[in-house]
Every structure is written in C-alpha cells, then in structure tokens.
C-alpha cells in the first residue's frame, strides 16, 4: 500500500465554498510537497437543456459552441480566483475543465490523472438539485479509490451545546 500523496485534486464549482477548497488543499500540498489539480465540471444536465432548446431555435444556439466558451469562461474564472488569493501558490497549481455529470466525471479524473487524494466541499451550487438528485459529494465519498477531504464551513455546521 503507497500512503505517497503525489497529486491532489481540488474540486472547484465557484460557489462559497471553492476557496475554502482551495486553502485546504494548498495547505495538504505544503505538508505533501505535492501538486494540485484544480477541477471544475460543466454539468451534463445544463448542455442537455440546451441542447433540447436548440433543437426549437435552430441556428440560434450551437452546443458546441457555448461548450467552448463555457470552457473558456471557467478557466479565466479559475486563473482570476488564482491569481487574486493564491498568487504565491498557483506554480503548484494545474487546472481542467470538463464536461460531464459531476461525480462520475470526478472519479474518472482520479484514475485518468492517478490522483492520490480529493479535497471537496460537502456542499455547493446544487442543493436543491440534492435533494431532487443526490449529492455529487456523497457519490464521490461512497466510490472513491482514493481517500477524499470533506471541507465545511465550521460556522454552519457547530453543534449545540
């Protein structure tokens, strides 16, 4: 068994909780001496809505072409939360986009890019989609291969004494 952390996976939907993430998993890289993949997914739900709408406004919308921009808006949005919080931090850092249901397009990405571990936010963008769909997080924590860190927001979630 190889405990070695190599590369960590920081995944990343641009809600409140991606730079908590982030600060989480630049902080076990500093520890493992490791790199991170910063990871964010275009839901498959979204292109498939569009694509269904496109189908009644012909030559108006162009999948393809709102994928490509997509892509192109998320990684500057990326580049921007990088540069404007981590700055000193972002040479350790690679990013992907993809597009795809969220947690299978996770755990693909840990074998495709031999992650050794996952750093996520038990919540994000899709709480109401939870509760109609189940968590992508808890998808992610029930077949990962690899161990995965659940980020909080310790404010919200303290117990009562």
């Known amino acids: 068994m190889n405990n070695k952390i190599n590369k960590i996976l920081a995944c990343i939907d641009f809600s409140e909780y991606s730079l908590m993430v982030l600060e989480y998993a630049i902080e076990l890289a500093d520890m493992a001496h490791t790199q991170i993949l910063v990871y964010n997914v275009i839901n498959q739900r979204d292109i498939n809505m569009l694509e269904t709408v496109s189908r009644y406004v012909p030559n108006k919308l162009h999948v393809e072409t709102y994928i490509r921009d997509m892509k192109k808006e998320r990684v500057k949005k990326i580049r921007v939360l990088l540069k404007e919080n981590f700055f000193e931090n972002k040479s350790d850092m690679n990013f992907k986009v993809d597009v795809g249901i969220p947690s299978e397009a996770i755990l693909k990405t840990i074998e495709t890019e031999t992650i050794d571990l996952v750093v996520m936010a038990n919540k994000g963008r899709g709480n109401i989609s939870r ?15 690899v161990p995965v860190v659940s980020v909080r927001e310790p404010k919200k979630f303290k117990r009562e004494k």
């Open 131 to 145: 509760f109609l769909f189940g968590s992508c997080a808890e998808k992610v924590f029930r077949h990962s291969p």
